[in-house]
């Protein structure tokens, strides 16, 4: 995938961790969206660890292989889902 997609995922799983971990996390999504994201990051070379390293990376057209597990990517898709019908609600 561009890398450049994997902020479009990791922005939805930390919100979505982030509202578990504030619930106490009835649906156990803290462990497994910090690991997805956590591998998100050791996965994508050269992923800033700052927020003014996103002004230049990562590099126009660069690609990166995910591997994550089934359950990984089910989280993934109902992360981007969930976070898709907040943004249409708010127009």
Partial sequence: MQTRQWLVIDA????G???EASRGDPRN?????????????????????????FDTRPAPGQVSTMT???NQWE?????????????DRRG
């Fill in 68 to 70: 994550l597990n089934q």
């Fill in 17 to 19: 961790v982030s509202v």
């Fill in 29 to 53: 999504v803290v462990e497994l969206g910090s690991g997805i994201r956590q591998a998100g990051w050791v996965q994508n070379p050269g992923w800033p660890h700052e927020v003014k390293g």
């Fill in 75 to 87: 989280l993934v898709v109902l992360a981007l889902d969930c976070w898709a019908a907040v943004d």
């Fill in 12 to 15: 939805p799983l930390d919100n």
